[in-house]
């Protein structure tokens, strides 16, 4: 299936092309799609009881439900699928010291994308700033720009960053991430009017089709000792902006909450891994009735924990 056909997948699009994966209907043959059809793809990252991926399950395996009603899955894939990332970096004061680690972190990142993945680096401080113009499969430039055109520090308008990022992702197909980092809560720093909230941004995500990964670092040895970081005199109680979690929880993705500067590199590599090894799945909708569905995703596999976005708009366009 190529990503022009994939496009006509109404509410999320999986494009296949040139990744070897293969989306197959519940009999096991390969889906066909015309103009007509409507298809709920579900990206879903399922882990065992101790946190590991489980690469291995089947169609049987899992079960829907649309609304609380049970929907028989008519597509499943297990093999790796592209990715299309905006990897947005914090730029803030408070993360001034550590501004090397985190670059060289997202390198490992950059690192694991395959051929068939796609990625622009942002960075958002004084203002919002996404390079290069146009995603790119491009390692080198995209570690270059890790390392020559992010920012100097500023202030961490963090829900605007996210907004601009979902708009990058607008006319890309197949899976849409966006892969956040930062230490601190919201605070654009303009004051204007007419800043994101979550609430905005959340919306925006679940309706465009978005999957949202974070990354927060809480800096507790810095709080222990009484020190605060740059920009503005960070309180000593503020750590990473609880909405992440949520944005990341309703859209499917993942949050990783750390402590410690060393475990930068290995989180950014298993965001990769696991961006690799989701499933999707997929169903046709009873109804196109242009509201906001809820959907509910279990494993029938004890202790198996999954993560899948929380609803879709069931728009017939």
């Known amino acids: 299936m190529g990503a022009k056909t994939a496009r006509l997948l109404a509410l999320a699009v999986i494009a296949t092309a040139g990744c070897g994966a293969v989306l197959r209907a519940a009999g096991g043959q390969q889906a066909t799609f015309t103009t007509g059809n409507r298809t709920v793809a579900v990206f879903a990252t399922v882990t065992g009881a101790d946190g590991h991926l489980l690469t291995d399950l089947q169609l049987t395996d899992f079960q829907i439900d649309d609304n609380g009603r049970r929907q028989a899955l008519t597509l499943f894939a297990n093999d790796i699928q592209p990715i299309t990332v905006v990897m947005l970096l914090d730029r803030s004061g408070s993360m001034r010291s550590n501004f090397g680690l985190v670059e060289r972190a997202a390198e ?144 499917g993705g993942g949050y990783f909450e750390l402590t410690d500067t060393r475990d930068l590199a290995s989180t950014f590599r298993r965001v990769a891994d696991e961006l690799h090894q989701q499933y999707a799945l997929g169903f046709a909708p009873e109804s196109l009735d242009g509201k906001q569905h809820s959907l509910n995703v279990r494993v029938a596999k004890e202790g198996a924990t999954v993560r899948a976005r929380k609803s879709y708009i069931a728009s017939k366009e």
């Open 108 to 251: 490992e990142f950059v690192g694991a994308m395959l051929p068939t993945d796609k990625a622009r680096i942002g960075s958002f401080s004084n203002r919002i700033q996404i390079d290069p113009r146009d995603f790119t499969p491009d390692r080198d430039e995209l570690v270059h720009i890790l390392k020559n055109e992010l920012q100097d520090e500023g202030p961490t308008p963090l829900w605007n960053a996210i907004n601009v990022g979902i708009t990058a992702l607008l006319r890309q197909d197949g899976r849409r991430v966006i892969l956040v980092f930062t230490d601190g809560l919201d605070s654009p720093g303009n004051g204007r009017q007419g800043n994101n909230s979550l609430r905005d941004v959340m919306r925006r995500a679940e309706a465009e089709d978005v999957m949202v990964y974070a990354i927060g670092f809480s800096n507790t040895s810095d709080r222990r000792g009484g020190r605060r970081g740059g920009g503005g005199g960070r309180r000593e109680d503020e750590g990473p902006d609880p909405g992440l979690a949520r944005i990341a929880a309703s859209t």
